[in-house]
Nanobody
């Protein structure tokens, strides 16, 4: 089973940007990849989804226009560029390979002044 490792989280101020990375231990070129997030006391929610060839991309309503998902299949990497961050973006962000129900350990993003 492919292992997923997220990185790039941190503490930022409102309006700042962050880029999250997800490194896969194996090939991802045939599979959809997701970013999810879970805030304290809330259910995990889909942030973004990208198809194998990056031709089909979906975003959660709350991040549309601010976040961008991308992938590099050759490097076995998935990225989440997050711009105009807001306090309500604070959450643990997870990379996922939904076909196999594979999840990373998560990376914390905190947006606070």
């Amino acid at each position: 089973q492919v292992q997923l490792v997220e990185s790039g989280g941190g503490l930022v101020e409102p309006g700042d940007s962050l880029r999250l990375s997800c490194a896969a231990s194996g090939a991802i070129d045939k599979w959809y990849m997701d970013w999810y997030r879970q805030a304290p006391g809330k259910q995990r929610e889909l942030v973004a989804r990208i198809s194998p060839a990056s031709t089909d991309i979906k975003y959660g309503e709350s991040v549309k226009g601010r976040f961008t998902i991308s992938r590099d299949n050759a490097k076995q990497m998935v990225y989440l560029q997050m711009n105009s961050l807001r306090p309500d973006d604070t959450a643990v962000y997870y990379c996922s390979m939904p076909t196999f129900d594979s999840w990373g350990q998560g990376t914390q993003v905190t947006v606070s002044s």
